[in-house]
């Protein structure tokens, strides 16, 4: 009797209406698509090794539904057997953000390495590193992030906080600090608290794009500017201005003083819901450079108060103002330090 060989070996056609029936996926490569289609032939010869070329017929349409719900296993096994492609790993988080900010995460969210955070004219945004660290942006700045301890600062001015030093590191950040590239030279912080600013040229200058110096203002800890092979340090309540002819100009700098103001407007709020009167006052005293302590009259008790509520949208300095007096406190500035006092009575 003859038969129809033809059904035995599939040819292109027949295999293109198995995968048509079995639901195409996205397209393998050929060495992951090959031993699949070959284990397809083999299956198909063994459905109609038997019987007569009649019956092979028969059998060929249920033979063909049935190995395209085989095939469809196989290929979402091949898929799933795939290695994963590698996801990009976060290096920082935008936590907060004031007029017009333009970031690759866009309004909030995790941002990986090579993505850039402008600000326009007002603007200001407030950033987590991945390793700890709070990262500030100055209005009309622009910052690229290598990684979760570096940054290029390309224009304007960005700040690193990276919290207290603690006790028995000598004020160095766990871990290695934070390094600011620029075109005119790279500031690496021992701790922890300080700003990088680029000046443009004047006017009068012929202005341009180019930087005409390098500012490090340093409010708590020290910083290492390098360039050129060779390096400078800055120490707390300094500022060192590196000009583009190599000239260098050191100035102090208080960690109250005006200068740090957007660093206040530009913070994330703390949350206050729940936290203690002493945490609030450790954090407002840390934003206005200053330390704190209670008033005679007031118990050392105070500080275990409980919060409730809100400070979105309030400055450390604003925020003071706000959550004091619901503590039946105020707060008073002198010589650098917070005197929280007893309010008056109400009238």
Known sequence: MHENHDLEDPGDEVMDRLFDLAGRPPALPPEELAP???????????????????????????????????????????????PAAPVAAAVATLEAQSGPVTAAAGAAGPLTAGAAIVTGAGGHAAL????????????????RLDSARAVTLRRGAV?????????????????????VAT?????????T??????????????????????QVSVREGAVVIGRGGESVRAEAGSALTLTVGGG?????????????????????????????????????????????????GVPPSAGAMVLHGTIAGLAPEEALSVVLPGCRLRHRVAGGTLHIEAAPPAD
Request: proline share 5%.
């Open 183 to 191: 075109a005119l030279g790279t500031a690496r912080e021992i701790g």
């Open 159 to 179: 700040y690193i906080d990276s919290g207290p030093p603690a006790a028995g590191r000598g004020g160095a950040p766990a871990g290695g600090g934070v390094e």
């Open 36 to 82: 699949i289609k070959a284990d397809l032939r083999r299956a198909w010869r063994r459905s109609l090794a038997i019987g007569a070329a009649r019956r092979r017929r028969r059998l060929g349409f249920a033979a063909a539904a049935a190995l395209a719900a085989a095939l469809a296993v196989a290929l979402g096994l091949a898929l799933y057997r795939r």
């Open 248 to 296: 260098l100009e050191r100035t102090a700098v208080a960690p109250d003083a005006s200068e740090w103001e957007w660093v206040q407007r530009a913070a994330a709020p703390m949350a206050i819901e729940g936290a203690t009167l002493a945490a609030f006052l450790d954090w407002a005293a840390r934003e206005t450079g200053r330390s704190w302590r209670f008033a005679p």
């Open 128 to 143: 987590r590193l991945a390793s700890g660290p709070s990262l500030r942006l100055d209005s009309e700045s622009a910052v």
């Open 193 to 214: 608290q300080f700003e990088v600013r680029l000046l443009p040229a004047a006017a009068a200058d012929g202005g341009g794009d180019a930087p005409a110096a390098l």
